[in-house]
Every structure is written in C-alpha cells, then in structure tokens.
C-alpha cells in the first residue's frame, strides 16, 4: 500500500486523537476513545448503522468505549477511508467490499455481479464466520492490519441515467460512474456503458455537470441523496445485491481485552441484524418514494431486458476475474 502526500497529511494530523489517545486511555483508566468514518449521510441507514454500533457498544461494555461518528466524508474519501483504518488513524470505518479490495485483491470477490441466489445467500456468505469470510478476514488480517467487524445488507444495486434506457445497446457510450474498482468498472461496462471512475463524494456534481450521464446504487442511497433531482430514470437491474463492511483497525482490535472485545461482537451483531432488515424493509417503500419525486422506474413489465444485461456483464466476468476468484466462487456457491 502506497500512502501519497495529501493522505499523509491526514494521517498524521487525526493518528494523534485515534491512536495515541486510544492507547493512553486504556493503559490509564482501561477507556478507548474510537473514531469512526465513512461517506454516507449521517440520516442514511447505512450512516445511522454507525451511531446505532456506537450507542451499543457503550452500552455494551459499561461507557468503557467511546465511539465518535464522523460522517460525509469528514475523514476523507473511499480511498482515504479504507487506509485510514489500514494505518490506524481511523479506528472504524465502512466500505464496500470493492474499495476494500484496493487494499486486499481477494475481498473483491464479495461485490461479483449476479453473484448471489437471494438476500438470504448473501447474508450467509458475509457472516463473519461462514468459511468464505472467515478465510478473506484471516487474509485482509494479514495484509492490512485492519480485520472485519461485520458486514450489513446494503442493497441491491440499480442503474440511473438522464434517460429511458432498456437493452445494453441503450447505453453504447454513455458515461456511467463506477465505484473505481475493478469489479465494479467490469459491472458497468457489462451493462453496456462507458464506465468512469468517480470518487462517492464527486458523484452529485458530476451528474449535475454532464461528467457522467448515469450511476448505479441502491434504491435508498439515491433517494437519500436526492439523485432524482439530476437522474430522471432508474433502471432495476439488479446487478449487484451487496453488503456493506464494517472494519476496525487490528492494533485497535488486539489492543481490547476479552471482556470489551465481546462487548463489541455482540454490539456488531445487534446492529448488524437491524440495519439490514431495515434496509431490506424499505426497498419497496423507497422505490415508491422515488417515483413520487418524479423519477421513472423502468422494470421487466417495462421492457427491461435483464437478460441482456446479465449475459453481458457475466460474458466479462468469466473473462477477467474466472482464473483469480474460481475458487471463491464455488466455495460462495456452496453456502446453503
């Protein structure tokens, strides 16, 4: 992992308050002063999952840890987020398992297109102790000194664009923003489009301006954020149904004693439970409140070829990621 100068800079003004003062604490009065980071909206469930898991966690280990939530990107971007908690100057953080995979090539797996049979398969696969997590986790353990916590439902990915869009031929260039990760590059160009890679925090201006034409996210994601007021259309392409990973620093993680160590899985697993169900409660809801903004939702009743879309984007997934992730899928699709 490279760190470049303006991360650098970051890392070293926030390490003194994430770090330094965690590891005074707990050797004084055994109290760990946490901060944790991420992109999404402090109103979002994805952001307010952060605050649920703080909220637990005090309660859970007596007020002995402290967990302050930095939202919106306060911390820095996706980038910046992931090695943050890598280096340690954040303490927490979340991320999809692509930009994860910056970090650790492996984890990308997580975030395949069509990958899954169902909600349940992919709950399953991400618990922290299915064989397939527990061999990734033991992996990024290793090669970036951050571990997962636990990973919550996030969604089930959907195309937007400035216009109707059916087949993949509808989107022969034009330019759609990707998580800029490999597997998520591969997913857009799949459907058919251009894909550009866009930091999360750029995406609205980058609509409002004509950089790109289109996105893909959950259906919460681009209500929370008002994409309908730049984005007339969504497409239910389903491509990718997706979990959000939590991790925490491993010198953080090991610096805990056995007791607040299980204050803490069990403050991940309650928060875990509820956000994912609330998440996967509020698809439907949310759907609807997009229509009611104005946006049009195109769907297989609407001449949605999804069948297109899927032989498409599975034609470039054998191609690129067959050989390095062959195993990891049968072993996913093994998980019953």
Known sequence: MVIHGKFRHFVASVATVATCGLFALGAQAQEYELNYGHMNSPTSITGLQADWLAEEVAKNTNGAVKIAVYPSSQLGKIQELAEGV????????????????????????????????DYDHLMKVVDIHSPVMEELNNGLIENTNMRVLYAFYFGTRQ?????PVKTPADLSGVKIRAIPSPVYLTAVEGLGAAPVPVDWSEVPTALATGIVQGQENPVNVVLDHKLYDVQSHMMLTG?????????????????????????????????????????????????????????????????????????????LVHERFDEKYGAYYEKISAVK
């Open 86 to 117: 890598s280096t340690g100057a954040i303490a927490l953080s979340h991320n999809t398992a692509g930009a994860i995979s910056s970090l650790y090539e492996d984890f990308g797996v997580l975030d395949t297109p069509y990958l899954y049979r």
């Open 159 to 163: 195309l937007t664009a400035d216009r």
């Open 239 to 315: 491509h990718i149904s997706a979990a959000e990973i939590v991790v925490i620093n491993e010198d953080t993680w090991q610096s805990f004693p056995d007791d607040v160590k299980a204050g803490i899985e069990k403050a991940a697993e309650t928060v875990r439970q509820k956000a994912s169900k609330m998440i996967l409660d509020q698809e439907t809801e949310e759907l609807q409140a997009l229509k009611d903004a104005g946006m049009t939702v195109i769907g297989p009743d609407d001449g949605l070829d999804v069948a297109a879309f899927r032989s498409g984007v599975e034609k």
